[in-house]
């Protein structure tokens, strides 16, 4: 089997301080990372806002514009695992520098587009491409930059940083479109990822060499990357064609490749064939792993409880939390009549709250573990989901929806950032960027399961008994997926809480770590 082997010259070299001494310039890394993490999840946030806007410029419909979101996620699901070993290959950051180089391109193209078939190559494609090429990069770059209680924080910011940026698209995205242009919500992509690059290249430490020669398995790789692809794309977009019977053609381009009137529609057929190519892979890379082939996906390390059992509790915990993502907005736009921009800011509290999670979870974390940390915020979470779902009504009011946001948001803040140190914890070095892909794409694929079900279920509900109905049924039921998903994190086993040595380390930069009450959410 062909294999792209990387020329050693091209490694990047070791810095000449001890790898075991803190980098002095971790910080500023940190700074970078969640930047970059920051814009990745915003961007597509901000973009869902903006649809309205851009279908009245470019006279154009819905299911064109579709493509759009669902190509982003398609890509990004499509390359994560790619990007992550490409990192452990060719030395995450190096390929940081790349996706981030990737990203502001596609941006330019998308805020420069004047068409769908431009905005689709900026947006769908080479943006997505970058993301998948950033996203393991700064979790690797995280795990092995810190060590320690140092670490616990890093990663309660990283999370709180992806959280927020989640909640706070649609109000930034809905300021953006309305006060100025849709295409800023490209431009400051195409600002910031600079500034990112220049930051990589000036204060991350450079990547070191692994302990044995690793190269790029091609066949895995593309296997992988067809067997997600199909994958998302059946649970993206089951519900548009039908999850047994054809609701309509199948289109690619102005080719018809399933038509409305074949006997099964195309999604089994999408996943039938998803599920045979991806057992291809599994059977190739366990293959290559027994042969010390350099597979591009080493099983082994499931036999990892944190790992196995964190990447579990990840997809079930996605597919939940898309309740209020999903539904919320649903029943505030299309029941309350609310605007996108007063949506966005009705649920900005979660955000808020996601941030003051994020800060308390890790300063518990580092007291009794991370593992303990992220069963009481899926908890939580869960909690969140019901208070949120018996106030939902007509009559419902922003503040109603307070105490049910709080507890949600606190629940992610304390729940996600652990929850993606304990699935890393335990894995070597040199496969940090492949686990990482593996952490973003299994919550990829549950948030796509998620959206197909939760959507099929409230759209089922509310024709029976209303909208306000079928929101609480649908938001019953992801409390109950989530709850599910604390049931699963029990099967991950608690972690040994840092030493006092860990605490000596990090006592200078006490300023830095997250704070017991949120007096910088007051100042912003």
């Given amino acids: 089997m062909s294999e792209l082997t990387p020329d050693p010259h091209l490694l990047e070299p ?20 969640i930047t970059a993490a920051f814009i990745v999840v915003l961007d597509n946030s901000i973009l869902n806002v903006a649809i309205p806007t851009i279908m009245r410029d470019f006279d154009t419909t ?10 982003y996620a398609l890509t990004f699901a499509t390359f994560l695992i790619v990007g992550g070993r490409l990192g452990d290959v060719y030395g995450h950051r190096r390929i940081f520098i790349i996706g981030a180089a990737l990203f502001g391109v596609g941006s330019l193209i998308a805020a420069l587009s004047q068409g769908v078939p431009e905005l689709v190559l900026g947006e769908a494609v080479i943006e997505g491409l970058g993301a998948s090429l950033m996203l393991p990069s700064t979790l690797a770059i995280l795990s092995g930059t810190f060590r320690g209680r140092e670490r616990v924080t890093a990663f309660a910011m990283w999370g709180a940083t992806a959280g927020v940026g989640a909640a706070f698209g649609p109000v930034i995205g809905g300021f953006l479109t309305t006060n100025y242009s849709w295409r800023w919500a490209f431009i400051i992509n195409v600002i910031v990822a600079p500034i990112a690059i220049v930051g990589a290249m000036l204060f991350m430490k450079r990547g070191q060499r692994s302990e044995r020669q690793l190269s790029i398995d091609i066949p895995g790789a593309a296997l992988i990357a067809v067997g997600m692809f199909l994958l998302v794309l059946a649970l993206s977009e089951g519900g548009r064609y039908g999850w047994i019977t054809p609701l309509q053609d199948f289109t690619i381009g102005n080719v018809v490749v ?18 045979c190519v991806l057992y291809a892979f599994v059977r190739l890379e366990r293959s290559k792993e027994r042969r010390d082939a350099s597979p591009l996906f080493e099983f082994s390390h499931l036999a990892l409880p944190t790992f196995r059992n964190g990447l579990i509790t990840a997809m079930v915990i996605s597919m939940g939390q898309l309740g209020v ?20 800011y009705w649920m900005l509290p979660t955000g808020l709250f996601i941030i003051l999670g994020a800060q308390l979870g890790g300063r518990l974390g580092r007291r009794v573990g991370p593992t303990i940390v992220v069963r009481v915020g899926v908890a939580m979470e869960a909690i969140g989901i019901v208070l949120i779902a018996l106030v939902i009504s007509p009559d419902i009011t922003a503040l109603h929806l307070v105490p049910g946001f709080a507890m949600y948001g606190m629940g992610i803040g304390f729940a996600a950032p652990q929850l993606t140190n304990v ?25 796509a399961l ?10 089922a509900q509310t024709a029976k008994h209303g909208l306000a109905t079928g929101t609480q049924i649908a938001l019953a039921f992801a409390a109950v997926v989530v709850g599910v998903g604390a049931v699963f994190s029990f099967m991950i086993p608690r972690e ?8 000596e380390r990090i006592n200078a ?16």
């Avoid at 699935?423 to 948030?447: E, F, H, K, Y």
């Avoid at 930069?509 to 912003?524: K, T, W």
């Fill in 14 to 33: 070791t810095d000449d301080h001890d790898a075991d001494a803190p980098d002095p310039r971790r910080w500023v890394t940190l700074g970078i990372v």
């Fill in 62 to 71: 819905l299911p064109s514009l579709q493509w759009v979101v669902t190509g």
């Fill in 258 to 275: 399933w038509p409305e009137t074949a006997p099964i529609a195309i999604t089994p057929v999408l996943i039938f064939i998803s599920a």
């Fill in 325 to 344: 993502v999903f539904v919320l907005p649903l029943f505030l736009q299309d029941g309350k009549h609310l605007t996108a921009a007063e949506n966005g």
């Fill in 423 to 447: 699935v890393l914890s335990q894995i070597p070095d040199r496969s940090t960027g492949v686990a990482s892909g593996a952490n973003a794409t299994v919550r990829q694929v549950g948030s």
């Fill in 450 to 459: 998620g959206v197909a079900i939760i959507g099929a279920l409230v759209t």
């Fill in 496 to 503: 040994v809480a840092p030493t006092d040595a860990d605490t």
């Fill in 509 to 524: 930069f006490e300023p830095l770590e997250p704070m017991d009450v949120p007096r910088s959410l007051i100042e912003q």
